[in-house]
C-alpha cells in the first residue's frame, strides 16, 4: 500500500502528512502550538512551534538547527514524505528526513547557503555529504520539499514552488545508508 506523508510548516514548515492514495492525511500540523508527545529532540539548537512558522494553519515551527524525529510513523518503497519550508534567511537549510531513529536518519536537505539541494546520511545527526545538485532560491518565498520513496529501490527528492506543484528540481540520492524507518526535520537559519 502505497503512503504519502506531509509535514506541513517549518519556517520551514512542518507538517507531516501520510496518504494510501495520491490525497496526503497530515500527521503532524502543529496546531496544539508545541511539538507533540511523539516527537524526540535529537540534539541541536532549540526549535519553537510558534504562529510566525505558520503555513497551512495557526501554527508552525520556526528552526534554530534541531533535530526532532519520530518513529511512530515509518516510510518505506512505494511512499511520499513532504514538507513546506520558508525561505527567509539565504544562510539557512531545511532537512527532511527519512529512515530516522535514535542513532541517526538520512535526509533531503534544502540548502539555501550553499545554493542547492542535496541528500546526506546523518549517523548520529551529524552530516555525511551525499550528492548534489544548483539551486537557486528566492527570498521569503515558501517551497515544498518531497521524498519519493520509488517501488524500483531509488529515493528522489523534488523541490517544488511556492504552488507546490511546480518542480524546480529534483535529485536521485546516492550512496544512503538509512531509508526505511522514521521521519525527521531539521532548519536552521529560517528567520
Request: zero cysteines.
Amino acid at each position: 500500500m502505497t503512503k504519502k506523508y506531509s509535514i506541513l510548516s517549518l519556517l520551514a514548515i512542518l507538517a507531516l502528512s501520510f496518504s494510501t492514495t495520491a490525497k496526503a492525511i497530515v500527521i503532524e500540523d502543529f496546531e496544539t502550538g508545541s511539538f507533540g508527545a511523539n516527537w524526540t529532540f535529537a540534539g541541536g539548537g532549540s526549535d519553537t512551534v510558534s504562529a510566525a512558522g505558520a503555513h497551512d494553519g495557526s501554527f508552525g515551527v520556526t528552526g534554530d538547527g534541531g533535530w526532532y524525529y519520530r518513529n511512530d510513523i515509518t516510510v518505506s518503497a512505494g511512499d511520499t514524505l513532504s514538507a513546506w519550508f520558508n525561505s527567509q534567511n539565504a544562510g539557512g537549510r531545511f532537512y527532511l528526513g527519512f529512515g530516522a531513529d535514535g542513532t541517526g536518519a538520512s535526509s533531503f536537505v534544502a540548502a539555501l547557503n550553499s545554493g542547492d539541494i542535496r541528500f546526506q546520511n546523518n549517523l548520529a545527526y551529524g552530516f555525511e555529504e551525499l550528492n548534489t545538485a544548483a539551486q537557486s532560491y528566492l527570498s521569503n518565498t515558501w517551497y515544498r520539499l518531497e521524498v519519493v520513496f520509488d517501488l524500483g529501490g531509488d529515493v528522489i527528492g523534488n523541490l517544488y514552488g511556492s504552488d507546490g506543484t511546480t518542480l524546480l528540481n529534483s535529485l536521485t540520492a546516492v550512496g544512503l545508508t538509512n531509508v526505511s524507518g522514521g521521519v525527521t526535520v531539521r532548519s536552521f537559519g529560517s528567520q
